[in-house]
């Protein structure tokens, strides 16, 4: 492989970040810099986080038994496992301390009747959920009914009515642009222990800090968004979760560092968790059903005990990835009967699929087709009653909760985030969910056939490929939802020295999962980059040159390679397409009308403060047509709503200057728009440019009414003044990010 890049480094991560917008310049060093950011108080949550934490104190203050109620995946595991070290200092644990998780193939997510009889038996006065709790209000009523107060804390979808605890601590509650908005189960309950020492102080030998490497794993392997405190509490995990190599005997968490070992990781990536830790963890649960031993695992200081607990959990993996293949399998033979034209949500149900991984698969069927997917497992004939259960995966624009809270009358119970939910209904109602699923899927999302996007953010050659690439992208770190892992097109590359073997498990067992590997050259190097394609056959790569879309990873094994996401035949790479930012939609073509339906919230975000950037390279910005095409779009909607809008927003919404933004009007206003100040009653913004105005076109009421071309003289006025302002904006964000970078 080549062994460092050829050229001077040429700022991809600036360029990526550029492309992503996904955070300002006042706040790049705090993104990039967990010691320079501000992490945000527990006080936040308000009189939820009071009132709790009084509870919490009383029940120190009496010695109550206290059971936490978690949840069986990672990030139910690890909140446990923190609330359990971090409330260990004061409750005597197996005794005052106890904690429950229901069994994955046995129980459902969330609080039950017959696990709260067992919790009371163990003389519980309080219940502390985490990562569930949200949707149980009849179950919390019972609790109650039985003696025992209910704190929640949660982060999935709030219902309509919510629950009588004591107190619920969601961060739900908050606007989607808060800083602890995307919080996981384990972080919540972080930062319920966060208030509780600030009133308390730490116990002499314990500190907060201690817990930061499983609320890492929590959030990574959990998939929220890694903004705001999320990605604060992601970045000082990690250095924590670090420390496992570091230490000497006694290891502080000998568990984790089994499991590091077995997964042959050094935490000190993200990738480590979500590639790692996560699945294994996931891995007990989905093939045994109880998770209990996994809490253990990351907490126990017995080293012999992890070990055996942590061979477990590699098992458990290593057969959840062959079970996954067959699933998946069979999944894509029914595809194949189906009318892909007429079908926009896939509903399959079998007795014979394990309910443990059919979230797994619904997830790879939904990316590879575009398509919703919900996947579910049918009791056997004579069950009273005969359920079907299972997991849905969606796509983006799709919320899975809002669409199963429409069909709550048809299901049994439902519950999750917008992009994955679980359910559980009546087998007799099977068909008759499939049908109205169907409908409110092409309601929302129209009658056009989905076809599935694959997002690029650079385009390089195998000689870029090295450490230089590998280190520049790994300053962006942690990666996750909202902020992927950087997706990478080579063009005109070729495959050599291909193999593939089946996975073998921790008994030297084949299972039926196949890894294929190879060596990718093109025409910059001599010596090709090591790769592996998971879950994929030498024959399914292409025997000449082709087009690849991979993530660039490193390991001490392996050294510098890839791991293969997408290989096309060079013709048709157009379909590869590089995308500034997941909520603009589908790229804009050739083949797209100039004229765009857009709401202003789904025009690109753009950094405030600066003028806009970019032209000559590709993926920095929306082209100079693709901005007119916004606005274009942006003043239908305005006409259609009769919304007012002010200049400074229309500017920040489209990254324009004062001198672009002139020449958009004018090029609107020879199309036949025109834009009128608003009634008297429209607020006014408190800049100098605050006055809002609206734009309409002379008939809006006419339904055969259009705009027409604008003059190409005024257009082109406008389309160079864009890219004049990309070209500056793109200039001073490069030379500002790569500075900070450095």
Not at 212 to 240: E, F, H, P, S
Not at 484 to 495: G, I, M, T
Not at 529 to 549: A, F, I, Q, S
Not at 567 to 585: A, K, Y
């Amino acid at each position: 492989m080549q062994a460092a890049c050829p050229k001077p480094l040429r700022g991809w991560a600036a360029q990526v970040l550029w492309q992503r917008q996904i955070v300002a310049l006042d706040d790049l060093t705090g993104f990039l810099d967990a010691s320079a950011y501000t992490p945000t108080p527990a006080s936040a949550f308000g009189p939820a986080m009071d009132r709790a934490v009084e509870r919490l104190k009383q029940a120190i203050d009496r010695q109550e038994t206290v059971t936490i109620w978690g949840d069986f995946d990672a990030d139910g595991v690890t909140a446990t496992a923190v609330l359990g070290d971090g409330l260990g200092p004061w409750f005597e644990p197996g005794k005052t301390l106890r904690y429950y998780i229901p069994n994955r193939l046995r129980e459902s997510h969330g609080l039950s009747k017959r696990g709260l009889d067992q919790v009371r038996e163990w003389g519980t006065d309080l219940i502390v959920t985490c990562d569930t709790g949200s949707t149980n209000r009849e179950e919390v009523a019972y609790a109650q009914s039985l003696g025992m107060a209910v704190i929640i804390t949660d982060h999935h979808t709030l219902p309509p009515v919510e629950p009588e605890a004591l107190a619920m601590i969601n961060p739900r509650t908050f606007p989607a642009d808060h800083p602890l908005a995307t919080l996981s189960g384990v972080a919540v309950a972080y930062k319920l222990l966060e208030a509780l020492y600030e009133a308390l102080g730490n116990p002499s030998d314990f500190r907060l800090e201690y817990l930061l490497d499983l609320v890492a794993i929590g959030l990574i392997a959990d998939l929220v968004n890694l903004t705001g405190d999320c990605r604060y509490l992601a970045q000082r995990g990690l250095k924590q979760l670090r420390t496992q190599q570091e230490a000497h005997p006694p290891y502080p968490r000998p568990g984790l560092r089994e499991l590091l070992a077995l997964c042959k990781k050094t935490g000190d990536r993200p990738t480590d968790i979500s590639f790692g830790l996560g699945p294994r963890i996931n891995a007990v649960s989905r093939i045994h059903g109880d998770a209990r031993f996994c809490v253990e695992l990351l907490t126990s200081p017995d080293a012999a005990c992890c070990q055996a607990w942590a061979r477990e959990a590699e098992l458990a993996n290593t057969r959840r990835k062959g079970l996954q293949r067959e699933v998946y399998d069979q999944v894509m033979q029914r595809v194949a009967t189906l009318d892909l034209a007429t079908t926009h949500g896939l509903v399959l149900a079998d007795e014979q699929w394990p309910t443990g991984i059919l979230g797994l698969v619904a997830g790879q069927v939904s990316q590879a087709l575009g398509r919703p997917t919900i996947l579910l497992t049918i009791d056997p004939p004579g069950a009273e009653p005969q359920l079907a259960r299972g997991s849905a995966r969606s796509v983006p624009g799709l919320d899975l909760y809002d669409l199963f809270q429409a069909q709550a009358d048809l299901l049994t119970s439902f519950g999750g985030h917008p992009l994955a939910a679980g359910l559980t209904l009546p087998v007799e109602r099977l068909a008759m969910f499939t049908t109205a699923i169907n409908r409110a899927i092409r309601e929302r999302l129209g009658s056009g056939v989905p076809r599935p996007q694959l997002a690029i953010d650079l385009t390089v050659t195998v000689a870029d490929l090295g450490p230089a690439l590998f280190h520049e992208l790994n300053l962006l770190e942690p990666y996750g939802m909202g902020h992927p892992v950087p997706r990478l097109l080579l063009r005109d590359v070729w495959f050599t020295q291909t193999r593939q073997e089946n996975l073998k498990d921790a008994r030297d067992r084949k299972v039926r999962f196949i890894k294929t590997t190879f060596v990718l050259g093109d025409d910059t190097v001599q010596t090709g980059c090591l790769g592996e394609w998971w879950g994929h056959y030498v024959d399914e790569l292409p025997k000449g040159r082709c087009d690849v879309v991979v993530e660039l990873d490193h390991s001490l094994r392996q050294g510098y390679h890839v791991k293969l996401v997408d290989v096309r035949p060079s013709t048709e790479s157009s379909t590869l397409t590089q995308t500034d930012d997941e909520n603009t939609g589908n790229p804009v073509s050739a083949a797209d009308p100039p004229w765009l339906t857009a709401d202003p919230d789904m025009s690109p975000r753009l950094f405030p403060g600066i003028e806009s950037a970019g032209d000559g390279e590709p993926a920095l910005q929306p082209s100079p047509v693709m901005v007119w095409q916004q606005l274009a779009g942006m003043a239908k909607y305005l006409t259609r709503t009769q919304t007012a809008i002010s200049r400074s927003h229309l500017r920040e919404r489209l990254g324009l200057s004062d001198i672009a933004l002139n020449l958009g009007l004018q090029a609107l206003a020879s199309a036949g728009f025109h834009a009128t100040p608003p009634p008297a009653t429209w607020p006014q913004d408190e800049d100098q440019e605050g006055v809002y105005f609206q734009i309409s076109w002379p008939s809006p009421a006419s339904p055969s009414h259009t705009p027409h071309d604008p003059d190409a003289t005024s257009l082109q006025h406008f389309l160079e003044a864009v890219a004049e302002d990309q070209f500056r904006q793109r200039y001073r964000w490069r030379h500002y990010a790569q500075s900070t970078l450095q």
